[in-house]
Structures are given as structure tokens and as C-alpha cells.
């Protein structure tokens, strides 16, 4: 019986740790929710000023220039515009970083493999 009491112990101290953690880390996940939202604010602003096309507008270019399911898209500030990144798995399973000019709507780079001459995309 000596053996649980410590043991017993220990479960109890490794819990309120577990505790301790969660209501630790729930202040990180406010603050990247707050990001997330502040980052949608800034691209409906952008849009509605006309400094940045719709995102499904985009999102129609990504899709025929380099087929897959996109997983991800970023606004980002790069070199004095606004880009679009997208991040794109074929059906093969690879993965593509696709980035787009916001403003004019340009297929600017595709990441992930050699470029196709014809339309742009990248084959790995």
C-alpha cells in the first residue's frame, strides 16, 4: 500500500500540471484568433479600397494554373504589394506555394518544382 500513496501523488501533481498547462496556453490561442481576424479586417479594407482583388477571383486563377486542393492562403506585404500565398497539394500529394499579386491578379511564383513553359506551374 505504500507504493500507491506516492504514486497517487504523482497523478495528481502530473493533472494539475496538465491544468496549469491548458489555462496557460488559452491566452495564445485568443491572441492567434485576434490575428486571424485582424488579418480578415485588413483584406476586406484592402479590397473594399481597391488595392486587392477578391479572393475567389484569385483563388478561380489558382485553380487553373496549378490544379489541387488549396489547404492554406496567406496575405502577405512583399516588395512593396500585396501577395496572395497559397499553398496547393495535387492529387500526387505534392505540395506547391503558389503566390499571386493581390492587386492585378498576376500568377508571380510558384514554388514546389520546375516551372511548366506553357502555363506556369511548377512540376516537381
Keep these: 500500500m505504500r507504493q500507491l500513496f506516492p504514486m497517487k501523488i504523482v497523478l ?18 485568443a491572441a492567434k484568433a485576434q490575428d486571424d481576424d485582424d488579418g480578415h ?9 481597391g488595392e486587392i482583388e477578391g479572393l475567389a477571383d484569385i483563388m478561380a486563377i489558382v485553380r ?41 491578379g498576376d500568377l508571380r511564383e510558384v514554388l514546389g518544382g520546375e516551372v511548366h513553359p506553357r502555363s506556369g506551374i511548377a512540376e516537381a
Excluded at 495528481?12 to 490561442?29: E, F, H, K, Q, T
Excluded at 479586417?41 to 479590397?47: C, E, I, M, S
Excluded at 488549396?70 to 502577405?76: C, E, G, K, P, T
Design 64 to 104: 487553373a494554373r496549378a490544379p489541387g486542393e488549396i489547404v492554406a492562403v496567406d496575405l502577405i506585404r512583399a516588395g512593396g504589394k500585396w501577395i496572395y500565398r497559397f499553398q496547393v497539394v495535387a492529387a500526387d500529394g505534392r505540395r506547391r506555394t503558389v503566390d499571386v499579386d493581390a492587386g492585378a
Design 12 to 29: 495528481m501533481r502530473l493533472a494539475a500540471l496538465g491544468i496549469a498547462a491548458l489555462v496557460l496556453a488559452m491566452p495564445l490561442a
Design 41 to 49: 479586417d485588413r483584406a476586406r479594407d484592402l479590397y473594399e479600397r
